[in-house]
């Protein structure tokens, strides 16, 4: 039962055809037993003026295929008959009506006996005939039935549709909401049947606001709190290097974790401000170039301590976006080029007009990623190899994720695809094209 | 004239709607389309024009009884079929799977699409050789032309109410219905067909054990329409009583094994 409506339209008018049509056959019974009587009087009346006819006028003019016949027999003799009746007695001479077979017809027979004349009356009529005419009449009765099911079925899904209108706008309200927008629904619930569903679900609403806003609260919270002790440990570690220049391994890899540390506080902070329901995007006219070019020139440095490579080109390409979102993006992808890439690698960045939008490539010549694995690169703290990646370097796992995130929310799509070096993986965002984007 | 268009019609309208409605039914656990009862129709009609068209010719098989021959095959072939949609649908839902469903949906819709077609093509030769033989009189046409529109009419409504009425069962109760359904539809198929091997005298039959014609006369609306779902005969011959039961028997013992053969045994599903 996937439809409402049709499961309304369909019942209805099966419950409507079959009482219509039972009620149409009852009175079609009634009408044909309500027929038969009145030709039945109309065969006494016949008999009874041929009962009265006088002596010896014989009624011969009768023909063969008439629907009428009789015979009048007196003291046992036939004196007077129609034309397309046989010389003996077409029933028993009993009176009343009753049914015979003759002239390769069936008879609706009546037996009348006149007491004026002595004389009895053998009237009959043909079946087939009287039935076709009583039926005929009857069916021009029950004609326009035939004609008003299907008129009734198109009424009855229009006013159907007509009843489901106030579900259809409801649903219309809930899908217009930004996935923001928490406040009750303003649809005027003027039908009982909406209303509880309506309050059903504004206390939903409400309860949901309620909780995503001790969410965020405890994430900024979260953010703040673990910021401020990461900085008072990168700056007391700061201090330590000065009081004892002399590194040790020690020293390094307290340093190392503290980055990590920081890292993934930050990317943890970026897929939660990434989620469409805190995404409060300040969407405008962006050249995608430009700012690639900056993010590359903010992320040189990286590139530069692992000897690698980087090669950047690109046309002004504009699009409706996110500054930031988009700088996270380009970052994100930039920083894990250089994190598969080994030392003295080569990664390669583009900007380019396409056939359908912009497309931004990152492709670097590390090692990889397997086929099977493109898709599920994405999820949340996957990576691939898990952490005994061959590179050895260390990570959270969310910088795609957030990188799938960003490119949701701008309504491109993006694709994982060998690069055009030896070994090496090309991440490819297409951005669809807008009015603004091309100006 | 009229009402016998109208038993005529009906009676066998409703037994291809009955069938219908409840493959419908079990089409729900598959959760699949109605491209296979679309084509079983229109196949269905067309074996069923071809097979009106060849009667006479048909008659004339067996020393004049491939008529009765042909329609107790397609009834004995129908009833197998129902018993292998009962055992792939039992099966589908016992396990309460997914995959269990997608494997066994094309083999359901397979012996489904085989069933309907075949129902059609018996139905449908009798109605189209009952009305072939008054197209040429004109004096009955309208006559038989309305009591066709009602019989098909009725029965129709009834195939849809019985369809929402297994639609808006849950779980066990469902299934329970649909193999009742199933079973005594089996059941009707299989006398139905023994009548027309006693008719043919490919098997004696020792007369009536029975007659009930004085409660529920087989010529009644009520008497057809009772024929038409339940298989109802006033006076059953012996070999006709042991035919229905059989086919009873049959569809309940494929639902057990069916739900026998696999351990969840339903619950799942439920």
């Known amino acids: 039962m996937k439809s409402i409506r049709v499961f309304l339209v369909a019942v209805i008018l099966s419950i409507i055809t079959l009482f219509i049509f039972v009620a149409a056959l009852k009175g079609y019974q009634s009408s044909m037993q309500e027929a038969d009587r009145l030709f039945d009087k109309q065969l006494l009346d016949t008999a009874t003026l041929i009962a009265n006819l006088p002596a010896g006028q014989s009624v011969t003019k009768l023909s063969n295929n008439s629907t009428i016949a009789f015979q009048v027999w007196q003291h046992g003799t036939l004196v007077a008959a129609s034309a397309n009746v046989p010389e003996t007695a077409i029933i028993s001479f009993s009176p009343g009506f009753a049914y015979s077979n003759f002239g390769g017809y069936r008879w609706r027979t009546l037996a009348y006996f006149d007491n004026d004349n002595d004389h009895w009356v053998l009237a009959a009529e043909r079946t087939d005939l009287r039935y076709a005419l009583a039926e005929n009449v009857i069916l021009e009765s029950i004609f326009p039935i035939f004609i008003s099911i299907p008129l009734l079925g198109i009424l009855i899904w229009l006013i159907v549709s007509r009843g489901l209108r106030p579900l259809q706008k409801f649903a219309n309200e809930l899908e217009s909401k930004q996935a923001d927008d928490l406040s009750p629904l303003t649809y005027p619930f003027t039908y009982q049947e909406l209303k509880q569903i309506g309050q059903s679900s504004n206390r939903l609403l409400e309860r949901l606001e309620t909780s995503l806003l001790r969410e965020k609260q405890f994430a900024s919270d979260a953010a703040h709190e673990l910021r401020t002790p990461i900085c008072a440990l990168k700056i007391q570690l700061h201090n330590l290097a000065d009081d004892r220049p002399e590194e040790t391994a020690g020293t390094r890899e307290l340093t190392d974790t503290i980055d990590r540390l920081g890292h993934v506080v930050e990317q943890i902070l970026d897929l939660y401000r990434s989620s469409p329901d805190q995404f409060n995007a300040s969407f405008t006219n962006i050249n995608l170039t430009t700012l690639a070019r900056e993010v590359v020139a903010r992320e040189y440095e990286r590139f530069d301590s692992k000897n690698q490579l980087l090669e950047f080109e690109g046309e002004d390409c504009f699009l409706l976006g996110d500054q930031f979102a988009l700088a996270t993006l380009m970052q994100n992808l930039l920083s894990n080029a250089s994190k598969y890439t080994p030392e003295g690698g080569q990664i390669n960045v583009s900007v380019h007009y396409s056939d359908s939008g912009i497309d931004l490539v990152v492709e670097d010549s590390g090692p990889g990623i397997p086929e099977d694995e493109r898709e599920t690169v994405f999820e949340r703290f996957y990576r691939v190899g898990r952490d005994r990646h061959a590179s050895g370097e260390a990570g959270c796992g969310l910088g795609l994720a957030i990188v799938k995130r960003i490119v949701e929310l701008h309504a491109a799509s993006i694709s994982i695809r060998p690069s055009g070096f030896t070994t090496g993986t090309a991440f490819q965002v297409s951005f669809p094209l807008t009015r603004k984007s091309v100006l | 004239m009229l009402l016998n268009s109208v038993i005529l019609i009906l009676q066998e309208t409703l037994e291809a709607a009955l069938l219908i409605s409840v493959l419908l039914a079990i089409n729900l656990q598959f959760g699949g389309g109605v491209r296979w009862l679309i084509l079983a129709i229109v196949g269905g009609l067309a074996t069923s024009a071809l097979y009106a068209s060849q009667m006479s010719r048909v008659s004339e098989w067996f020393e004049y009884t491939g008529q009765e021959v042909t329609n107790a095959l397609l009834q004995t072939s129908i009833t197998l079929l129902i018993l292998l949609c009962s055992w792939t649908f039992l099966r589908c839902w016992s396990a309460g799977h997914d995959k269990v469903a997608a494997h066994y949906s094309f083999r359901f819709h397979l012996f489904a699409t085989a069933t309907v077609l075949l129902a059609i093509t018996r139905e449908g030769s009798e109605i189209l050789v009952y009305l072939m033989g008054f197209y040429h009189q004109a004096s009955f046409f309208h006559t038989m032309a309305s009591g066709s529109i009602i019989g098909f009419g009725i029965g129709i409504s009834v195939g849809v109410l019985i369809l929402y009425g297994l639609f808006s069962l849950q779980g066990k109760w469902r299934v329970a219905a649909i193999i009742s359904i199933l079973a005594l539809f089996a059941g009707n198929m299989l006398s139905q067909a023994t009548l027309q091997l006693i008719q043919a005298d490919w098997i004696e039959s020792a007369g009536a054990i029975w007659n009930s014609s004085s409660l529920l006369s087989e ?51 439920a």
Request: glycine share 10%; proline share 4%.
């Open chain 2, 219 to 269: 010529e009644s609306l009520a008497g057809k329409l009772m024929y038409a779902l339940l298989g109802y005969e006033a006076t059953p011959s012996g070999a006709q009583v042991i035919a229905y039961c059989t086919g009873i028997i049959l569809v309940l013992l494929t639902s057990m094994l069916a739900l026998k053969m696999n351990p969840t045994n339903g619950k799942a599903a």
